[in-house]
């Protein structure tokens, strides 16, 4: 079983910046694939981040792009959310999980484990 927990969330104004942080514990491995996903109130949840074992392949959604950045550190089991220029609409929880095929896929039922989340808020 591998454990996520999620930080860094809170309340911001448009415009500014957080950093999401998703730490990994348990049966921990480097080999998999960590998205970010993100769930308003009322809408299905939606894709916003990926990034393969190694660092060398990276997806955002283009909703993000220009904006957020996925980055990892395998030594800390951690992986991370940068995101700028942040809008009201990216209001949402946000969710890391961890796909230990390392497909690096979008669909988050190829997912294998979650974390809680952690609420972003954007007012304008």
């Known amino acids: 079983q591998v454990q996520l927990a999620e930080s860094g969330g809170g309340l911001v104004q448009a415009g500014g910046s957080l950093r999401l942080s998703c730490a990994a514990s348990?049966?921990?491995?480097?080999?998999?694939?960590m998205g970010w996903f993100r769930q308003a109130p009322g809408k299905e949840r939606e894709f916003v981040a990926a990034i393969r074992w190694n660092g060398g392949g990276t997806w955002l959604a283009d909703s993000v792009k220009g904006r957020f950045t996925i980055h990892r550190d395998n030594a800390k089991n951690t992986v991370y959310l940068q995101m700028n220029s942040l809008k009201p609409e990216d209001t949402a929880v946000y969710s890391c999980?961890?796909?230990?095929?390392?497909?690096?896929?979008?669909?988050?039922?190829?997912?294998?484990?979650w974390g809680q989340g952690t609420q972003v808020t954007v007012s304008s």
């Open positions: 999980a961890a796909d230990r095929w390392d497909s690096a896929t979008f669909r988050p039922y190829e997912y294998d484990y």
């Open positions: 348990g049966r921990t491995s480097s080999s998999y694939t």
